[in-house]
């Protein structure tokens, strides 16, 4: 891609709308599918070595950290490895246990964010193996870390990340298909991954052909006071993710939740000006959080869903294509990227260069 607009009138749209081409980039070349196997030549890491992998842990910042939340949950998923993301800028702090057998992995977009090379660095002094996931080729946490996989979304010029989120979470889709096809995953489960990847993008493709029923309920949305973001286990990061992006672009208070936290506190926040987006996608936990819009609903909230069928509930669903359910996180945000930008849009924000926020956090 060009830093050309292509016709769009903000960057962010722009890196929304190439979001199909952006996955397409990241798959191609990387899939064998008569093994049911990944390759992701710049790893470092043999099938031996991977093997011996006892835990993975994540670091990133903002959304990168939200794509590593995922990220982590894709690695237990399907490699029944145990794994966790913490923001890198907490991690550096707190003078961590360093372990061994601990894969550790970077995450960023710029590859230059110093909370997260610093990570890199006191990790690397104290023997640990890193890798990253990084968008820009050559940056310096490409450079620091021991190998990695390239995310390959093309410049992202926008303050706000869009196309980046979208292509490190496939990125991790692939590294956890890799993780477990070389551990316990079976052919026939990583074939089934494998076409659920294969199919994400037509399914983005068929999202943002949806854009004008978002952009009217942007419209609606966008006067709220606050709003409320919820979600179980693969929702939760999908929750935070697109609260950040309404707060970061639109300036709209956002809080994101689990939902099953929502009744240890924060439904007292519930009202009708205090509007509910709920993740609620067909997988084992929809009946709990069918449950959740209930309790939001008893207390006159006002919600918006998005999963893969109508919530009689909801007050507005937004479907999504089904897909493999490990991979939905992948799907469910992309139409709240949307949500944000258009209610940025009609509040006149300024999109692409938001107040107070720089592309890259280069200091401390
Ligand atoms: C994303 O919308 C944000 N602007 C921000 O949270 C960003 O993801 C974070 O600063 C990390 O940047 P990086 O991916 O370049 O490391």
């Known amino acids: 891609e060009s830093y050309d607009m292509g016709g769009h009138d903000t960057y962010m749209h722009k890196e929304i709308c190439e979001q199909a081409d952006a996955v397409d980039r990241v798959l191609r070349g990387r899939i064998d599918d008569r093994f049911a196997t990944v390759h992701l030549g710049g790893l470092g890491i043999d099938a031996r070595e991977a093997r011996g992998v006892r835990r993975v842990k994540i670091l990133g910042c903002g959304s990168a950290y939200h794509a590593g939340q995922i990220g982590a949950q894709m690695i237990e998923e399907l490699a029944r490895i145990p794994a966790d993301a913490e923001p890198a800028s907490e991690f550096r702090y707190r003078n961590p246990v360093v372990d061994p057998d601990t894969l550790y992995i970077a995450v960023s977009q710029s590859g230059e964010t110093y909370d997260t090379l610093a990570a890199v660095q ?37 303050v706000v990340s869009t196309k980046c989120f979208t292509n490190t979470a496939v990125a991790f889709a692939l590294l956890a298909l890799h993780l477990g096809r070389v551990r316990d995953l079976s052919v026939a489960d990583g074939k089934r991954i494998i076409a659920g990847l294969r199919k994400l993008p037509d399914q ?145 924000r300024d999109i692409d260069k938001p107040r107070n926020l720089a592309k890259s956090v280069t200091v401390e």
Do not use: W
């Not at 309920?217 to 973001?229: C, I, Q, R, V």
């Not at 008893?298 to 669903?317: C, M, N, Y």
């Open 122 to 158: 006191e990790l690397k002094r104290k023997g640990a193996r890193v890798l990253g996931v990084v968008n820009v080729v050559g940056s310096a946490i490409a450079r620091e870390t021991d190998g990695g996989v390239y995310v390959h979304a093309g410049p992202e010029v926008c």
């Open 204 to 348: 983005i493709s068929q999202i943002l052909r949806g854009e004008e029923e978002i952009k009217k309920l942007a419209a609606e949305y966008a006067d709220a006071k606050s709003m409320m973001f919820v979600g179980r286990v693969r929702g939760y990061p999908v929750a935070r993710e697109a609260s950040l992006k309404l707060k970061e672009v639109s300036y709209v208070h956002a809080e994101a939740y689990p939902a099953s936290e929502l009744k240890h506190g924060p439904l007292a926040l519930i009202e009708p000006e205090v509007p509910s987006v709920a993740i609620v996608p067909d997988d084992e936990l929809l009946e709990k959080n069918r449950a959740t819009l209930e309790e939001i609903k008893a207390r006159s909230g006002r919600i918006l869903a998005v999963g893969h069928q109508e919530q009689e509930v909801a007050d507005h669903t937004i479907v999504v294509p089904r897909n493999e359910p490990e991979l939905d996180p992948i799907l469910l945000g992309i139409p709240l990227q949307l949500l944000a930008y258009h209610a940025a849009l009609a509040l006149g």
